[in-house]
T-cell receptor, first 113, second 112 residues
Framework: NAGVTQTPKFQVLKTGQSMTLQCAQDMNHEYMSWYRQDPGMGLRLIHYSVGAGITDQGEVPNGYNVSRSTTEDFPLRLLSAAPSQTSVYFC????????????FGPGTRLTVT | GENVEQHPSTLSVQEGDSAVIKCTYSDSASNYFPWYKQELGKRPQLIID?????GEKKDQRIAVTLNKTAKHFSLHITETQPEDSAVYFC???????????FGGGTRVLVKP
């Protein structure tokens, strides 16, 4: 049982490049979400999903796309990276109805130059 | 939308003393209030949570209290130890669902 996994751990992009951050969980959780954490700040919700085929926007969705084709995977796409997207990105998952406890992945540290 | 405010932003305590962190929330429909601990370079880890049907919950040296009328909840750490040094985040769920709104975090330093 690996829990929530994220790849890559570190990434450096140039402005305008695109990339996908991967997130996977093996706990059969319906709910998955992406947060960004900027230095000295809390976590802000980017996008979330309540099940395969269903996604919705969080607090800071601009510049990011998501999809949920399977229960296990929830990738985050940056279409045209900007320096303002330099941050640490965390994926989290939980059951939908009977437990709200969210399990976090190890994070991806992204730098956009 | 939901707004969660957390105070203080930094807290320095002597080993063995108690630490208290306070949070307020705005959504009266919130019914789940977790606290996460994040060590440097690591992921947030849940340390305790409370639901709206109880006013207090304890787990060894950690306790959380909830005042739904005033819309605030607090984390209490007793007999602090150096390994308690970390950043602590409170959160509240939005509209009684799974979406969490986090406070800005409290950096706790326990001095030996």
């Amino acid at each position: 049982n690996a829990g929530v996994t994220q790849t890559p751990k570190f990434q450096v992009l140039k402005t305008g490049q695109s990339m996908t951050l991967q997130c996977a969980q093996d706990m059969n959780h319906e709910y998955m979400s992406w947060y960004r954490q900027d230095p000295g700040m809390g976590l802000r919700l980017i996008h979330y999903s309540v099940g395969a085929g269903i996604t919705d926007q969080g607090e800071v969705p601009n510049g990011y796309n998501v999809s949920r084709s399977t229960t296990e995977d929830f990738p985050l796409r940056l279409l045209s990276a900007a320096p303002s997207q330099t941050s640490v990105y965390f994926c989290a998952s939980s059951y939908l109805d009977h437990s709200y406890e969210q399990y976090f992945g190890p994070g991806t540290r992204l730098t956009v130059t | 939308g939901e707004n969660v405010e957390q105070h203080p932003s930094t807290l320095s305590v002597q080993e063995g003393d108690s630490a208290v962190i306070k949070c307020t929330y705005s959504d009266s429909a919130s019914n789940y209030f977790p606290w996460y601990k994040q060590e440097l370079g690591k992921r947030p880890q849940l340390i305790i949570d409370i639901r709206s049907n109880v006013g207090e919950k304890k787990d060894q040296r950690i306790a959380v209290t909830l005042n739904k009328t005033a819309k605030h909840f607090s984390l209490h750490i007793t007999e602090t130890q150096p390994e308690d040094s970390a950043v602590y985040f409170c959160a509240a769920n939005k509209a009684a669902g799974n979406k969490l709104t986090f406070g800005g975090g409290t950096r706790v330093l326990v001095k030996p």
